[in-house]
T-cell receptor, first 113, second 110 residues
């Protein structure tokens, strides 16, 4: 049974460039979460979806960040334009119910130069 | 808003010593979940506790949920190098999301 799949695993790009992170949740999971992890701030919830609908994006740091979920099997997190302070590991997670155990993807390690 | 606090933030032990991390919530929780993240890895779900005073064991790991359902602990007996990582607790905030603690990073001297 495939887990949560994220791509790319690593991304290095120059500031000002657009970055798109992708996630495929576990089939049948109705909730999808995007997290950002840094040493300083720990694990931060950016946004989550229920049945493809964004429910809470209060964790999105700025308007430069946007997320979409066009269907039940795909979500993207986009940063445009990117800045060095966006460097972090971005995780996607999914769950059957919102308050139940979450399954995390391997993450995307993003470095903005 | 709801907060989940974990202590300690870091813990270094000698291999074979015991380890305990504590989790405290500002509100009563319907359940508490524990995750482990290995260095360079992603958080992996370990266990969920639901009942007041519940105790569950996984080999050398013992998980406890407080009577008031506001605190929890994870105890590892006789640590091994494979236990290295960061341990997170997480509690539901409403019905739709989890609030994660800051994590306890465990390092072990072999």
């Amino acid at each position: 049974d495939a887990g949560v799949i994220q791509s790319p695993r690593h991304e290095v790009t120059e500031m000002g460039q657009e970055v798109t992170l992708r996630c495929k949740p576990i089939s049948g999971h109705d909730y999808l979460f995007w997290y950002r992890q840094t040493m300083m701030r720990g694990l931060e919830l950016l946004i989550y979806f229920n049945n493809n609908v964004p429910i809470d994006d209060s964790g999105m740091p700025e308007d430069r960040f946007s997320a979409k979920m066009p269907n039940a099997s795909f979500s993207t997190l986009k940063i445009q334009p990117s800045e060095p302070r966006d460097s972090a590991v971005y995780f996607c997670a999914s769950s059957f119910l919102g308050n139940q155990p979450q399954h995390f993807g391997d993450g995307t390690r993003l470095s903005i130069l | 808003g709801q907060q989940v606090m974990q202590i300690p933030q870091y813990q270094h032990v000698q291999e074979g010593e015991d380890f305990t991390t504590y989790c405290n919530s500002s509100t009563t929780l319907s359940n508490i979940q524990w995750y482990k993240q290995r260095p360079g890895g992603h958080p992996v779900f370990l266990i969920q506790l639901v009942k007041s005073g519940e105790v569950k064991k996984q080999k050398r790991l013992t998980f406890q949920f407080g009577e008031a359902k506001k605190n929890s602990s994870l105890h590892i007996t006789a640590t091994q190098t494979t236990d290295v990582g960061t341990y997170f607790c997480a509690g539901p905030q409403g019905a739709q999301k989890l609030v994660f603690g800051q994590g306890t990073r465990l390092t072990i001297n072999p």
